[in-house]
């Protein structure tokens, strides 16, 4: 754990002189906590945003550079109540697990010493009866007095320090109630012992405290699975790098220390630690995090490497790009957390009426409490039904039915490679009716490949491979790319603009222009079957070969408009592309409606035109082109080679070259606004029924402590359904 003078090593630096940090905090509880937290740091100069996720435990702060330092948020957050430390993943979990093992304790004592009063209360009860001496009746309260006081402060502590916390800051939390029932009722069981009176309720404090603690351990288990669910991106993060120095000597250095353009080695068996370009070595790369694709990638010299893959087989020598910030998988876990910070229209919702609901049980107690005295009810009956009403009616539930759902649901998102950076568009893609697809870059692949693989023998490829690589064409580079090209041919003459030669066993091998390599026979069966398709020649001897090179469909694009259409979506294609280019793809995919040649301005005339007719449209796009269209439809998505400004209008990014996950976002959206709904008519359902039946006396503090628990475990436990709805197939 750092000290307050390491805080700015904590600092994250973005563009435009915004600074930010994000920070674990102990005791958020409950949507007051998260009001007391963010309204408490809205007024500290400087400060331009507070999130708090609940579910997480995490507040996201920043601030313009400059402006404040980063202790005087650590320092304020202290002030309202709140212990904030820096937020790092392995220190987290220590915390978390410490807080785990800390509540089963306290459960343990609780429990223990239920049993034990319970067993004294059932004397009691049975001799008040009967016939039990009033000295005998003494004797077993003051038994139960002994056991229940000493384990009331040893095991209510979570609930205690949490309230004096709060109280302290001048705010209140849910566990202010919890800890004036719980006093009231030890203090009155007390009173009535020391007056020899026939009733106590040491059995109904402890036990309360034990269902509580039951629905607090669960509650931290179910959070902590939540944040499992999420994703947590730290395993996937080296720690450190293997930094190459220009004599050849290996430093390992914190991930912080390596900077752009540092050379860096990855061995067998180790993680990626930065995003650059292979200068030496080849070998086979998990890149599933990136790619989707599970089987393992072979990469050399020139190619791509990205933070979190596995190094599988061969030591590269990495050029760095980027380290710790910036990379690809910073950016992922940026969007996770973006994901499930960012308040949806029902986290507002649940929100407000979580914040109005604190002073309203108070209130609601203690009219109650008056209530009863005036109907001529003593005052220890009146107090013991506006103790069961301040227990009954804590929000909890309320405040987890929204963040619940929208950490469960991030998570199935992104274990289907689909990040979010919007709250509220999970929402969004619950109400749509209309998919508009770009067509290149999004429905076909951005970069070129072979469109007719069965024409280049087995044979023959590596031979191919190494001729193109020797070329800087552009379609020889493409060529060379698609075929994994590992080393460039030797001894190859250059034709300008005809192609390039060279010499194998005796034999000449030729790559370039049709004519060059005399194919025209074989280029006009390529052209047939592939009009649009650009066209580069192979021959060696009498083998003759035309290759066709231009966009493929991305995988398992055919089977997402299928499932679009099948699940009663318009599907549309609106292109900057010409008809010719535009016409072939939509065939292939059973679009009917689609249009060519259009200008950014054009496409958003068109999307207008929808929303004018309340259509609500998802946008796939991925061009600068494709910006303005991205931002003003109802909901967008775009694909993480997309352009920086596509990738910045979106509302959804999705990893990998499959087109699937357009579908599984839009099946988890709908299913995840179904359980939020769900979840709210729950928590208000609750509400409906328990605040009027503990008004009325009918229930005891000990019931009120395992209702109020069970509807917090509900609603987290109808999230996680969450899970489940990534099945690949629109609903």
Same mark, same amino acid.
């Given at each position: 754990?750092?000290?307050?003078?390491?805080?700015?090593?904590?600092?994250?630096?973005?563009?435009?002189?915004?600074?930010?940090?994000?920070?674990?905090?102990?005791?958020?509880?409950?949507?007051?906590?998260?009001?007391?937290?963010?309204?408490?740091?809205?007024?500290?100069?400087?400060?331009?945003?507070?999130?708090?996720?609940?579910?997480?435990?995490?507040?996201?702060?920043?601030?313009?550079?400059?402006?404040?330092?980063?202790?005087?948020?650590?320092?304020?957050?202290?002030?309202?109540?709140?212990?904030?430390?820096?937020?790092?993943?392995?220190?987290?979990?220590?915390?978390?697990?410490?807080?785990?093992?800390?509540?089963?304790?306290?459960?343990?004592?609780?429990?223990?010493?239920?049993?034990?009063?319970?067993?004294?209360?059932?004397?009691?009860?049975?001799?008040?009866?009967?016939?039990?001496?009033?000295?005998?009746?003494?004797?077993?309260?003051?038994?139960?007095?002994?056991?229940?006081?000493?384990?009331?402060?040893?095991?209510?502590?979570?609930?205690?320090?949490?309230?004096?916390?709060?109280?302290?800051?001048?705010?209140?939390?849910?566990?202010?109630?919890?800890?004036?029932?719980?006093?009231?009722?030890?203090?009155?069981?007390?009173?009535?012992?020391?007056?020899?009176?026939?009733?106590?309720?040491?059995?109904?404090?402890?036990?309360?405290?034990?269902?509580?603690?039951?629905?607090?351990?669960?509650?931290?288990?179910?959070?902590?699975?939540?944040?499992?669910?999420?994703?947590?991106?730290?395993?996937?993060?080296?720690?450190?790098?293997?930094?190459?120095?220009?004599?050849?000597?290996?430093?390992?250095?914190?991930?912080?220390?390596?900077?752009?353009?540092?050379?860096?080695?990855?061995?067998?068996?180790?993680?990626?630690?930065?995003?650059?370009?292979?200068?030496?070595?080849?070998?086979?790369?998990?890149?599933?995090?990136?790619?989707?694709?599970?089987?393992?990638?072979?990469?050399?010299?020139?190619?791509?490497?990205?933070?979190?893959?596995?190094?599988?087989?061969?030591?590269?020598?990495?050029?760095?790009?980027?380290?710790?910030?910036?990379?690809?998988?910073?950016?992922?876990?940026?969007?996770?957390?973006?994901?499930?910070?960012?308040?949806?229209?029902?986290?507002?919702?649940?929100?407000?009426?979580?914040?109005?609901?604190?002073?309203?049980?108070?209130?609601?107690?203690?009219?109650?409490?008056?209530?009863?005295?005036?109907?001529?009810?003593?005052?220890?009956?009146?107090?013991?039904?506006?103790?069961?009403?301040?227990?009954?009616?804590?929000?909890?539930?309320?405040?987890?039915?929204?963040?619940?759902?929208?950490?469960?649901?991030?998570?199935?998102?992104?274990?289907?490679?689909?990040?979010?950076?919007?709250?509220?568009?999970?929402?969004?893609?619950?109400?749509?009716?209309?998919?508009?697809?770009?067509?290149?870059?999004?429905?076909?692949?951005?970069?070129?490949?072979?469109?007719?693989?069965?024409?280049?023998?087995?044979?023959?490829?590596?031979?191919?491979?190494?001729?193109?690589?020797?070329?800087?064409?552009?379609?020889?580079?493409?060529?060379?790319?698609?075929?994994?090209?590992?080393?460039?041919?030797?001894?190859?003459?250059?034709?300008?603009?005809?192609?390039?030669?060279?010499?194998?066993?005796?034999?000449?091998?030729?790559?370039?222009?049709?004519?060059?390599?005399?194919?025209?026979?074989?280029?006009?069966?390529?052209?047939?079957?592939?009009?649009?398709?650009?066209?580069?020649?192979?021959?060696?001897?009498?083998?003759?070969? %035309?290759?066709? #090179?231009?966009?493929?469909? $991305? @995988? /398992? !694009?055919?089977?997402? =408009? &299928? *499932?679009?259409?099948?699940?009663?979506? %318009?599907?549309? #294609?609106?292109?900057?592309? $010409? @008809? /010719? !280019?535009?016409?072939? =793809? &939509? *065939?292939?995919?059973?679009?009917?409606? %689609?249009?060519?040649?259009?200008?950014?301005?054009?496409?958003?005339?068109?999307?207008?035109?929808? *929303?004018?007719?309340?259509?609500?449209?998802?946008?796939?796009?991925?061009?600068?082109?494709?910006?303005?269209?991205?931002?003003?439809?109802?909901?967008?998505?775009?694909?993480?080679?997309?352009?920086?400004?596509?990738?910045?209008?979106?509302?959804?990014?999705?990893?990998?070259?499959?087109?699937?996950?357009?579908?599984?976002?839009?099946?988890?959206?709908?299913?995840?606004?179904?359980?939020?709904?769900?979840?709210?008519?729950?928590?208000?359902?609750?509400?409906?029924?328990?605040?009027?039946?503990?008004?009325?006396?009918?229930?005891?503090?000990?019931?009120?402590?395992?209702?109020?628990?069970?509807?917090?475990?509900?609603?987290?436990?109808?999230?996680?359904?969450?899970?489940?709805?990534?099945?690949?197939?629109?609903?």
């Amino acid at each position: 754990m750092a000290t307050p003078q390491d805080l700015s090593v904590f600092v994250r630096h973005a563009p435009g002189g915004v600074a930010g940090m994000e920070l674990a905090v102990d005791g958020i509880r409950c949507a007051g906590c998260m009001h007391a937290i963010e309204d408490g740091l809205a007024r500290e100069a400087g400060l331009l945003s507070a999130r708090v996720n609940l579910a997480l435990k995490r507040v996201t702060v920043e601030w313009r550079e400059g402006a404040l330092r980063p202790e005087a948020v650590v320092d304020r957050l202290a002030a309202l109540g709140f212990k904030a430390y820096p937020f790092l993943p392995a220190d987290q979990e220590g915390r978390e697990a410490r807080e785990e093992a800390r509540l089963l304790r306290c459960l343990g004592v609780a429990g223990f010493a239920a049993m034990n009063v319970m067993l004294l209360s059932v004397s009691v009860w049975a001799g008040n009866a009967s016939d039990i001496e009033p000295s005998t009746r003494d004797l077993f309260h003051w038994l139960s007095a002994l056991i229940a006081l000493p384990t009331a402060a040893y095991a209510g502590r979570p609930f205690f320090e949490s309230a004096l916390r709060a109280l302290r800051a001048g705010s209140v939390n849910m566990d202010v109630p919890i800890t004036l029932g719980v006093v009231l009722a030890l203090a009155m069981s007390v009173v009535e012992t020391w007056q020899h009176s026939r009733h106590a309720y040491f059995d109904g404090a402890v036990m309360l405290l034990f269902f509580l603690l039951v629905g607090r351990y669960l509650d931290q288990l179910m959070r902590r699975r939540t944040r499992d669910l999420a994703g947590n991106l730290a395993a996937l993060k080296a720690e450190t790098a293997t930094r190459l120095a220009p004599d050849g000597t290996a430093v390992a250095l914190p991930i912080a220390a390596i900077v752009p353009g540092d050379l860096v080695l990855v061995a067998p068996g180790e993680r990626v630690s930065v995003d650059g370009i292979v200068e030496a070595g080849r070998s086979e790369l998990d890149q599933s995090l990136v790619t989707g694709e599970t089987a393992p990638a072979m990469v050399g010299r020139g190619e791509r490497v990205y933070a979190g893959t596995l190094n599988l087989s061969g030591a590269l020598r990495v050029r760095v790009e980027a380290a710790g910030s910036g990379t690809l998988l910073d950016d992922i876990d940026r969007l996770m957390s973006q994901a499930v910070e960012n308040r949806s229209r029902y986290v507002k919702l649940s929100d407000r009426a979580a914040r109005l609901y604190a002073p309203l049980v108070h209130a609601t107690a203690l009219a109650t409490f008056l209530g009863w005295l005036a109907l001529g009810l003593g005052w220890q009956q009146a107090l013991l039904i506006a103790v069961t009403v301040l227990i009954i009616t804590c929000p909890c539930a309320l405040g987890l039915a929204i963040p619940a759902v929208q950490v469960v649901a991030a998570s199935a998102l992104f274990r289907q490679r689909v990040m979010l950076k919007h709250g509220d568009a999970l929402e969004r893609l619950a109400e749509l009716d209309t998919v508009v697809f770009d067509k290149t870059g999004t429905l076909t692949l951005p970069e070129a490949g072979i469109l007719n693989p069965e024409a280049v023998p087995e044979a023959e490829r590596a031979a191919i491979a190494a001729l193109a690589a020797a070329s800087r064409h552009p379609l020889a580079q493409a060529l060379a790319q698609a075929l994994g090209a590992s080393a460039p041919a030797r001894e190859v003459r250059e034709y300008p603009g005809q192609g390039l030669t060279s010499r194998c066993g005796g034999s000449e091998r030729r790559l370039g222009s049709v004519d060059f390599c005399q194919a025209q026979e074989q280029a006009d069966v390529a052209i047939r079957a592939h009009p649009d398709a650009s066209l580069i020649a192979y021959r060696n001897g009498d083998r003759r070969i %035309a290759i066709a #090179i231009g966009q493929r469909l $991305r @995988p /398992q !694009a055919r089977e997402t =408009v &299928a *499932a679009l259409q099948e699940a009663g979506f %318009a599907v549309m #294609i609106l292109s900057g592309d $010409r @008809p /010719q !280019a535009v016409a072939p =793809v &939509a *065939a292939a995919l059973g679009i009917t409606e %689609a249009r060519a040649g259009l200008l950014p301005g054009g496409k958003l005339e068109l999307l207008d035109g929808l *929303a004018r007719k309340g259509r609500k449209v998802l946008m796939v796009g991925d061009g600068l082109n494709d910006a303005p269209a991205l931002a003003a439809s109802h909901v967008s998505i775009s694909p993480v080679s997309a352009s920086h400004l596509a990738q910045s209008a979106a509302d959804i990014v999705f990893l990998g070259d499959s087109l699937a996950p357009v579908v599984q976002a839009v099946a988890i959206g709908r299913k995840a606004r179904r359980l939020m709904i769900q979840n709210l008519w729950l928590a208000v359902l609750y509400n409906a029924i328990a605040v009027p039946v503990a008004i009325a006396g009918l229930v005891t503090p000990l019931i009120a402590a395992a209702a109020m628990s069970g509807s917090s475990l509900v609603v987290t436990l109808n999230a996680l359904r969450a899970r489940s709805a990534g099945g690949g197939s629109a609903p």
